[in-house]
Nanobody, 123 residues
Framework: QVQLVESGGGLVQAGGSLRLSCTAS????????MGWFRQAPGKEREFVAA????????STADSVKGRFTISRDNAKNTVYLQMNSLKPEDTAVYSC????????????????WGQGTQVTVSS
């Protein structure tokens, strides 16, 4: 069983930056692809970014491309989401998720989920 814990969320002004972290325990982190998803009130969960198990391949949603970057440190069992040039529409609960090896963009393809961290961007 893999446990995922997110951190780094908070309140930031538009144009600001945040770095989210997701630390895993209870499994072999280097064998898992990791994804970041977000969900705003009244909206469906949305794919943000994903990275494969080795870190050699990433995918980023068009809505955040050029502003958000996903990365991982397998030695620290941690995946990161660097968020720059934040906009009010980025406000959501951000969750990380894990699946075996290959990255995916659909929430249903992920096996393990964290509780999420709130990101609020003020205008």
């Amino acid at each position: 069983q893999v446990q995922l814990v997110e951190s780094g969320g908070g309140l930031v002004q538009a144009g600001g930056s945040l770095r989210l972290s997701c630390t895993a325990s209870g499994g072999t982190f280097s064998s898992y692809a990791m994804g970041w998803f977000r969900q705003a009130p009244g909206k469906e969960r949305e794919f943000v970014a994903a990275i494969n198990s080795s870190g050699g391949r990433t995918s980023t949603a068009d809505s955040v491309k050029g502003r958000f970057t996903i990365s991982r440190d397998n030695a620290k069992n941690t995946v990161y989401l660097q968020m720059n040039s934040l906009k009010p529409e980025d406000t959501a609960v951000y969750s990380c998720a894990a699946r075996n090896i290959y990255l995916a963009i659909l929430p249903r393809d992920y096996l393990y989920w964290g509780q999420g961290t709130q990101v609020t961007v003020s205008s």
